[in-house]
């Protein structure tokens, strides 16, 4: 069968090349001719020509729908059990919880303490609005009491509630870490989720440095211990 495939098309080559030449009659020489090349071509293919797939070595689909959509989800997107709960940027931050029932002058000396940290480490929390009872106003008056002083700040009810925050000025110091959450969250890592509610917190209106050298002192050698000292060393002199 293949000497026959091999031969015709052979000699369809040389039909194909002699009407080209306006010859219609192939020889018996031609026939015998495209006979011989057939039957080298067949000596040199391999014997074995059948198409063999080795299936192990073909890349299978890397997600498959398992009528789960929260653990396909978790497939997706690398968050199963085998990857390990690695958080892409754990920090210890500080949170001031304020209010406009506050002297501004107070609001205001947290804002210029917080200029001596690193940006980003200490953030400003409101429970609510200011007496105008309009966010846009609220923002507004925020801003011209920190102006100058760089001082991050939110409006943050739901921290608050977090924190068990029951009456202003406080400081918590906590670990800020909203992917690390996330996957807990995902993965149903309860006790993980634990261990992020930890924090430590001096309610009165006192200075962060006064806050957290009361917080080194009452809680030595706490996950909380080398970010409270590190900002201490910042904050050294400040009253």
């Known amino acids: 069968m293949k000497n026959s495939i091999i031969l015709i098309s052979i000699l369809s080559a040389l039909s194909m090349n002699a009407m080209a030449q306006d010859k219609v009659n192939i020889s018996t020489g031609q026939i015998k001719e495209a006979q011989k090349r057939a039957e080298k071509a067949l000596a040199k293919m391999p014997q074995n020509t059948a198409l063999h797939f080795d299936w192990s070595k073909v890349p299978q689909p890397r997600v498959h729908y398992n009528g789960n959509l929260a653990s396909s989800a978790i497939s997706i ?14 920090k210890k931050k500080i949170k001031v919880f304020v209010s406009f029932s506050m002297p501004e002058e107070s609001i205001r000396r947290y804002a210029e303490q917080a200029k001596y940290l690193a940006k980003g480490d200490v953030v400003l929390v409101l429970n609510g609005l200011d007496k105008s009872k309009n966010f846009p106003k609220t923002i507004q008056h925020m801003r011209k009491v920190v102006k100058g002083t760089g001082a991050e700040f939110d409006l943050d009810p739901p921290s608050f509630v977090r924190f068990g925050v029951k009456q202003v000025p406080a400081i918590v110091v906590y670990t800020d870490d ?12 309860r006790d993980n989720l634990k261990k992020m509610e930890h924090f430590v917190g001096v309610y009165g209106d006192v200075s962060i440095a006064f806050a957290l050298d009361y917080l080194d002192n ?11 000292e590190s900002s201490l060393h910042k904050l050294r002199g400040l009253k």
């Open 77 to 90: 997107s690398g968050l199963n059990d085998k990857v390990p709960l690695a958080s892409i940027n754990p």
């Open 218 to 228: 009452t809680y030595p050698k706490s996950e909380f211990t080398p970010f409270i």
């Open 178 to 189: 909203p992917m690390y959450e996330a996957k807990c969250a995902i993965q149903g890592k």
